[in-house]
C-alpha cells in the first residue's frame, strides 16, 4: 500500500517570503499523480497543484511550484512571495494509477503560518 | 458554475444512533468519493461510487454504506455511530477516467456524543 508522508507539521514564513512544504511517498509503482490540496479554516479542500509521474518537467502554477524527484520519491512545495491568504493546512496527496478509480492517499498534513 | 455541495454542514448525534450525510457533485461529473477527516489530521478514503455502484473502498467497516442516484448525487450512511466516528466528511466529485482531478466540497463535521 502506498503512503504518504509530511514531516513538518507546521511551518511560519514572513509575507512576501519563500518557503517549502516537504512530502515524501512510498510506492512500488511507476506510473501515479501526485497533487497538493490547501484546506484553508472554511475547510474547502481546494487543489494547489499537480504533477504526473511521467513529466520530468516540474509543475508550476503562478506562485506554486514543485520540486519532484521520483527517484528520491519526494515532492516539495515552494510558495514564493508568500501572502496572508496562503494560510491553511496543506496536504500532499497521491494517486495510483494502476489501481481502479481516484482515491487520494493523504499525508498528515502541514499547517503554514504567514506573519505579516 | 455550482461546484460540489454537502448537507448538512454540521450535525449532533449520540451513539448508535444512525447518520445520512449527502453530496451533489460538481456540475458535470459522475464519480463521487467519501473521505472521513478526524481534527488534525488528513482525510482517509471511505470508497468512490460511480454508475450506481460502489467501485472502491478503504478500510472502513460495514457501518459505513453509501448510496449513488441516478443524478450522481450520493448519500454516505453510518449505522452504530460510535464517539470515534465525530470527523469532519468530505465529499469529492471528478469525472471518471485517467487524468482526472478530485473536486471537494465544504465537508459535514459530525459530532458523536
Known amino acids: 500500500a502506498q503512503t504518504v508522508t509530511q514531516s513538518q507539521p507546521e511551518m511560519s514564513v514572513q509575507e512576501a517570503e519563500t518557503v517549502t512544504l516537504s512530502c515524501t511517498y512510498d510506492t512500488s509503482e511507476s506510473d501515479y499523480y501526485l497533487f497538493w490540496y490547501k484546506q484553508p479554516p472554511s475547510r474547502q479542500m481546494i487543489l494547489v497543484i499537480r504533477q504526473e509521474a511521467y513529466k520530468q518537467q516540474n509543475a508550476t502554477e503562478n506562485r506554486f511550484s514543485v520540486n519532484f524527484q521520483k527517484a528520491a520519491k519526494s515532492f516539495s512545495l515552494k510558495i514564493s512571495d508568500s501572502q496572508l491568504g496562503d494560510a491553511a493546512m496543506y496536504f500532499c496527496?497521491?494517486?495510483?494509477?494502476?489501481?481502479?478509480?481516484?482515491?487520494?492517499?493523504f499525508g498528515a498534513g502541514t499547517i503554514l503560518r504567514v506573519k505579516s | 458554475d455550482a461546484g460540489v455541495t454537502q448537507s448538512p454542514t454540521h450535525l449532533i448525534k449520540t451513539r448508535g444512533q444512525q447518520v445520512t450525510l449527502r453530496c451533489s457533485p460538481k456540475?458535470?461529473?459522475?464519480?463521487v468519493s467519501w473521505y472521513q477527516q478526524a481534527l488534525g489530521q488528513g482525510p482517509q478514503f471511505i470508497f468512490q461510487?460511480?454508475?450506481?455502484?460502489?467501485?472502491q473502498r478503504g478500510n472502513f467497516p460495514d457501518r459505513f454504506s453509501g448510496h449513488q442516484f441516478p443524478n450522481y448525487s450520493s448519500e454516505l450512511n453510518v449505522n452504530a455511530l460510535l464517539l470515534g466516528d465525530s470527523a469532519l466528511y468530505l465529499c469529492?466529485?471528478?469525472?471518471?477516467?485517467?487524468?482526472?482531478?478530485?473536486?471537494f466540497g465544504p465537508g459535514t463535521r459530525l459530532l458523536v456524543l
Open positions: 496527496a497521491y494517486r495510483s494509477l494502476r489501481e481502479y478509480g481516484n482515491k487520494l492517499v
Open positions: 456540475s458535470g461529473h459522475d464519480t
Open positions: 461510487y460511480y454508475e450506481e455502484e460502489e467501485r
Open positions: 469529492a466529485s471528478t469525472i471518471q477516467g485517467v487524468g482526472t482531478t478530485q473536486y
